[in-house]
T-cell receptor, first 118, second 110 residues
Framework: GAVVSQHPSRVICKSGTSVKIECRSLDFQATTMFWYRQFPKQSLMLMATSNEGSKATYEQGVEKDKFLINHASLTLSTLTVTSAHPEDSSFYIC??????????????FGNGTRLTVT | GQNIDQPTEMTATEGAIVQINCTYQTSGFNGLFWYQQHAGEAPTFLSYNVLDGLEEKGRFSSFLSRSKGYSYLLLKELQMKDSASYLCAVLDNYGQNFVFGPGTRLSVLP
C-alpha cells in the first residue's frame, strides 16, 4: 500500500517554457504533499509543503511564482516549473503523508522526475 | 535552526560491516529515519528510531541517542548492491516536516 505515482519520469524542455509534474497517491488519501529538489550528489532540499485545498507553504529562497504547486484533491498534486531555465535542471521528487500516517510512518515517495532544460 | 551532518563518502569491502553516522541539531524531534537512495531513484525507507537504543532489521541496524543528537546506521555483510547514498532525516516538532541530512555515498568494493 501507500503508492505514489509521479509523472513524467524524464522531461526535456526548452528554456522559457513551462513544465508540469504530477504526483498521485494511488491507494491512500494524501493530506500533505512535499516537493523536493535534488541536485547531483546532493541531498533532498524541501521546496514546499502543500495541504489539500490550501495554498502551499514555500521554503525560504524558493520562488512561489516560478514553482507553482496545486494540491486540489486528496490524490493529486502538481508542480509547474514556469519559464524554465537551465539552472532549473534537477531531479524533482514528491512525497506524501496520508490521514492514517502517524509519527513513525515514513514518507511515501514518488519515483522522481529528471528535468533537463536546454 | 536545523542542522544535520553526515560523512560525505565512505568506502567498504564486500562482506564487511560499515557504520554511517548522523548528528543532528534541530528545533524539535519526533523521530529519525534512515533512507537508502540509488542514483536517479527515489529514497526507500530503511529504519525509524524515536527512543534511545538499537533497532535491528536483518542486515541493517540503527541506533539513536537523543541526548547526544546522534544516530548511526550499521550495515552488516555488505553486498555490492548496498552501494548507494544513505540519508538520515529528522521529523520535526510538529510531526510534519522532514529535515534531510546531506547523505553519505557508500561504495562497496569487491
Amino acid at each position: 500500500g501507500a503508492v505514489v505515482s509521479q509523472h513524467p519520469s524524464r522531461v526535456i524542455c526548452k528554456s522559457g517554457t513551462s513544465v508540469k509534474i504530477e504526483c498521485r497517491s494511488l491507494d491512500f488519501q494524501a493530506t500533505t504533499m512535499f516537493w523536493y529538489r535534488q541536485f547531483p550528489k546532493q541531498s533532498l532540499m524541501l521546496m514546499a509543503t502543500s495541504n489539500e485545498g490550501s495554498k502551499a507553504t514555500y521554503e525560504q529562497g524558493v520562488e512561489k511564482d516560478k514553482f507553482l504547486i496545486n494540491h486540489a484533491s486528496l490524490t493529486l498534486s502538481t508542480l509547474t516549473v514556469t519559464s524554465a531555465h537551465p539552472e532549473d535542471s534537477s531531479f524533482y521528487i514528491c512525497s506524501a503523508r496520508g490521514s492514517r500516517d502517524r509519527g513513525n510512518s515514513p514518507l511515501h515517495f514518488g519515483n522522481g522526475t529528471r528535468l533537463t532544460v536546454t | 535552526g536545523q542542522n544535520i551532518d553526515q560523512p560525505t563518502e565512505m568506502t567498504a569491502t564486500e562482506g564487511a560491516i560499515v557504520q554511517i553516522n548522523c548528528t543532528y541539531q534541530t528545533s524539535g524531534f519526533n523521530g529519525l529515519f534512515w533512507y537508502q537512495q540509488h542514483a536517479g531513484e527515489a529514497p526507500t525507507f530503511l529504519s525509524y528510531n524515536v527512543l534511545d537504543g538499537l533497532e535491528e532489521k536483518g542486515r541493517f541496524s540503527s541506533f539513536l541517542s537523543r541526548s547526544k543528537g546522534y544516530s548511526y546506521l550499521l550495515l552488516k555483510e555488505l553486498q555490492m548492491k548496498d552501494s548507494a547514498s544513505y540519508l538520515c532525516a529528522v521529523l520535526d516538532n510538529y510531526g510534519q516536516n522532514f529535515v534531510f541530512g546531506p547523505g553519505t555515498r557508500l561504495s562497496v568494493l569487491p
